[in-house]
């Protein structure tokens, strides 16, 4: 049993205008980046995972249960998604307060919901601002407290979707790290992002979608190789992969510590 399993999916906001289009991949561990252009679907296809929205044909398995026959709330122990605009999950007025409040709404004692949210906060290097106001901190701190308000409830699927908005070049590595961390863990983690730096230095494998429909999936390494495939559908493989082909480097190189250990390789030579 796959622990996401999306079969010949389409939805419609209003009848008669799809906006995703018998959509079919499963997923289990690991990470997974969702990339299109605005309008594509990412969202919905997001909300569809977490039943926040039901599939008007076609079906969702989440660790074989179908979500057309469960809810969000009861799906929060498996399924935990990272809204892109943290003031839209923010809602207690300590940081804490609010990374304890998945985990008290499962059904946790104060306890066991404060070590997990103590662990949570350390996993974002936040735990010295527990007690600060989510909103007396900067937006980019903000986003690490929406996200260890998911981690806190330790679901094995974290959505994130745009985590590397609003981040500076430190909130980024930070983030990295956190994904790095989560997959170790044997969690799936999936993103939606416009960062395709991000996606070639963090997620094993990418899904493109294009009006709806799945445009590619398969391995970051070969997604991005298709460029003309990629160009249709408006997007471009990461800086670094585009770099390294005017050095005259014939595959696709996904991050700068894969760059940098080509360019040395090729200065011995
Ligand atoms: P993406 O995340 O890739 O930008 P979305 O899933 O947000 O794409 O949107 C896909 C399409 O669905 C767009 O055409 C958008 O205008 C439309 N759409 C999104 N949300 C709603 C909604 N609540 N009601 C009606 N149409 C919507």
């Known amino acids: 049993m796959n622990l996401i399993e999306v079969d010949n999916v389409s939805f419609a906001y209003t009848e008669g205008i799809p906006v995703l289009k018998n959509v079919t991949f499963s997923l289990n561990n690991g990470s997974v980046a969702i990339i299109g252009q605005n309008g594509s679907g990412k969202t919905t ?18 660790n074989g249960i179908n979500t057309k026959e469960t809810t969000a709330a009861k799906l929060a122990r498996t399924v935990g998604l990272v809204f892109q605009n943290p003031n839209d999950q923010i809602f207690k007025n300590k940081v804490l307060d609010e990374v304890m409040f998945g985990p008290l709404n499962i059904g946790q004692s104060m306890e066991e919901a404060r070590e997990n949210a103590i662990k949570a906060l350390e ?43 609003a981040q500076d070049y430190l909130g980024k590595a930070k ?5 790095h961390e989560l997959v170790q863990r044997g969690k799936l983690v999936i993103t939606i992002t416009h960062d395709m730096d991000f ?71």
């Open 45 to 62: 296809l997001v909300k569809l995972l977490k039943a926040l929205l039901k599939p008007i044909s076609g079906d969702i398995f989440i």
């Open 123 to 165: 996993t974002v290097s936040l735990v010295d601002k527990k007690e600060e106001n989510p909103y007396d901190l900067s937006l980019s701190e903000r986003k690490l407290v929406s996200i260890a308000s998911i981690l806190s409830m330790d679901t094995d699927i974290v959505i994130l979707d745009e985590p590397t908005i």
């Open 175 to 179: 983030i990295r790290s956190i994904v």
């Open 199 to 269: 996606v070639g230095e963090c997620f094993q494998r990418v899904i493109v979608l294009s009006e709806g429909q799945l445009l590619l999936d398969g391995p970051a390494r070969e997604v991005f190789s298709k460029e003309d495939v990629l160009r249709s559908a408006n997007l471009e493989p990461p800086y670094v992969a585009q770099l390294s082909k005017t050095t005259g480097y014939q595959g696709v190189l996904l991050s700068v510590e894969e760059f940098v250990a080509y360019y040395r390789s090729a200065m011995e030579d």
